[in-house]
């Protein structure tokens, strides 16, 4: 939730980041605590918070806000906000909703800081009390200077400074402390994810709980996270980012600051998208959208609560991962033909490198099998069990290998469990900056499982799970965008809004660099002849006008026409549809070169309403149809060449312009300069441009161009071109 869905006054201006920054370290490090509405029943979600402050020793001032002045959980107690001390730091309210607001200007009038807001009934209901409640509750914070993280906010965790503030099991007791900083829009999550990341030997240093991000939100914990010196690695929980220009500005900074970030995106499937809103209120986002934004900025995605936990845990005990790929082996061939099944099955790939020839002359010596092959992934059986040790270490030590996943099956004695699972922890030992994952899909014994909890292993209970962790691991090249060459918006005569027709789309991307085959605009059946005899058959013939969107449905196009004669039935045919229809060709009729051989290939760009434009390529034409979404390819703005050619290489893109079953080779170096072209017009063209849809666009052989077809420009409706 943001200001900006909350329809306030206009003089309810955002603060700048200082103040967010001051706030959430004042959260983090309080000398004193309010608790507001605190409840003297421990079962009561108002209860829990006063009493779990004490599990892991704070040692700050705490006053409880109670109307009857109860004693609670024996700390100081005063009956209103109004009779608390001078200058708390934070307070946490759990009172009803519709007393937040008052209790917020009661804290400002006392100094506090910062104050969570742990209780429900705001805009997450849906209702026009909740919207009404949400807005004063914000303008209450504006008035009185106390930031807010909430409503709906399930607590804090700060191991470095003792201080637990919330609701969750984790809550209730000491955690581990670490390296991880969490923030997250579940906060029931925090639990699991903890368990999981301590049987990795890591620890948290930082969770927040997000809520409804009525004023601080994800953008200003993550810029918190990346400047926090007990924090290396940033996992994050999301279901929505509202502003993807601070969070792609906040992500940029914990890169620039040497940290980690990994997220696990909720709400990717239809039905994840709805279950989302319900949870809330927030829409989930277009996930190709989201994949794009997070391969553009370097972050780390994955699928599982688990693959985050575990990558997050390797990740923050100082496991580098500069270059390479994953390398992977198997006490079962049958093992070693599942992972690489898996390994190359998946989306975007991983790198899988060949073994260094100096690993397979070692691993050579200890073959049962002169006449053996080696291969990235590797059975172990070859070398047979007792040279485990040595070429899981020789593989451990390849200078290919980033990640190295090891898949063990069930070892039928006490010393062979021993001597497996030791071999893996020695490797660990000797390389101890190397990521190691343990794939076990049968349960693992209690001495095996030690040994390699002990060396700080994880052991993934499912070979997807365990595949998720060495993608989310594996280095991927970040392409960072150069300077644009022009950010300045390119005069032009002024448009309407709207959808532009044909012709008033192809003039205006003409004057940002764009260009089209070869065509004409006329108003006569002779004039189009004239066109079509000095340009060469065969032509297509066009209606262009406003209203004109959808031509083949509408019968306003015909190709392939050879003759003067197909041309001029062509006309007749289209004006006879025309009146049909009651339809104008308000531009007149475009007659065009028909580019006849090559590839028909997408390309065009959409508005996301939290990222901005995004570029949009994948096959065209009846190909669009036979691959799907799936087939897309999404590039968020600014983009550059590295990051276009990889788009292309991660779909069925590389493999049509390379020359499919035969066909010759089109000119891919045309397509990329027209991708990038196109996006440096979007950005010139401003906030207004909803749209641009070049389909097709026809990639010709060898180095004969990229063409596009068909053109159409949208503004939104109040927008003139710029």
Known sequence: MTSETLDLPQFIEPRDRDTAEAAIRALMEPASIAFVGASTSYEKMSGQPVRNVGAVGYGGRIVAVNARGDAIAGVETVRSVTELPQGMDIAVVTVPAAACPQAVRNLGARGAKAAIIAVAGFAELGTEEGRRLSAELLRASRESGVRLIGPVCNGIYSTPTGLSLGYNEIHTRPIRRGRIGLASHSGA?????????????????????????????????????????????????????????????????????????????????????????????????????????????????????????????????????????VVACSTSGGGAIILADQLSAHRPPIPVPSLDASTVEEVARHLLFDAATILNPFDLGLGGRHHYAANIMALARDPQTAVLLVFGTPMATPAKREQLAGAVAAAAAAKPALPILYLSPAALFDDERSILQNAGIPVCGSTLEAIAVAAALAPRPVHVPAPAACTAPVPSPVQPGGPLSEHRSKELLRRHGIDFAEEALVDTVEAAVNAAQAMGYPVVLKASGQGIWHKSEMGLVAVGLASADALRDAWHGMQASLRRQSLDATDGFLVCRQVREGVEVLLGITRDPEFGPVAVLGPGGVMAELFGAE????????????????????????????????????????????????????????????????????????????????????????????
Not at 207 to 226: Q, T
Not at 638 to 663: H, K, M, N, Y
Not at 696 to 717: R, T
């Open 189 to 325: 999550l925090v639990a699991p994810f903890v368990t999981l990341i301590e049987q990795c030997g890591a620890g948290l240093s930082r969770y927040i709980s997000a809520g409804s991000e009525i004023d601080l939100g994800m953008s200003d914990f993550i810029r918190y996270l990346a400047d926090d010196p007990e924090t290396s690695v940033i996992a994050l929980i999301l279901d929505h980012v509202g502003d993807g220009g601070e969070f792609r500005r906040a992500i940029r900074l914990a890169r620039d600051n040497g940290k980690s970030v990994l997220v696990l995106k909720l709400g990717n499937s239809a039905l994840g998208s709805a279950a989302t809103l319900a949870h809330s209120s927030n829409l989930a986002g277009t996930k190709h959208v989201y994949d794009a934004v997070f391969a553009a900025e370097g972050i780390r995605s994955v699928p599982t609560l688990e693959s985050m936990a575990y990558a997050s845990a390797l990740l923050s005990q100082g496991k580098r991962v500069d270059q390479g790929g």
């Open 631 to 722: 087939a897309m390819r999404h590039l968020v703005l600014p983009t550059s060449r590295p990051a276009v050619e990889q788009a292309i290489d991660d779909g069925p893109l590389a493999a049509l312009l390379a020359g499919f079953r035969g066909a010759p080779a089109c000119d891919r170096d045309a397509f990329v300069d027209l991708v990038l072209r196109v996006c440096a017009a979007a950005g010139e063209l401003g906030d207004g441009l909803q749209e641009i849809d070049l389909n097709p666009v026809k990639l010709a052989p060898g180095s004969g161009g990229a063409w596009p077809l068909d053109a159409l420009v949208v503004f939104d409706d109040e927008t003139a071109d710029r």
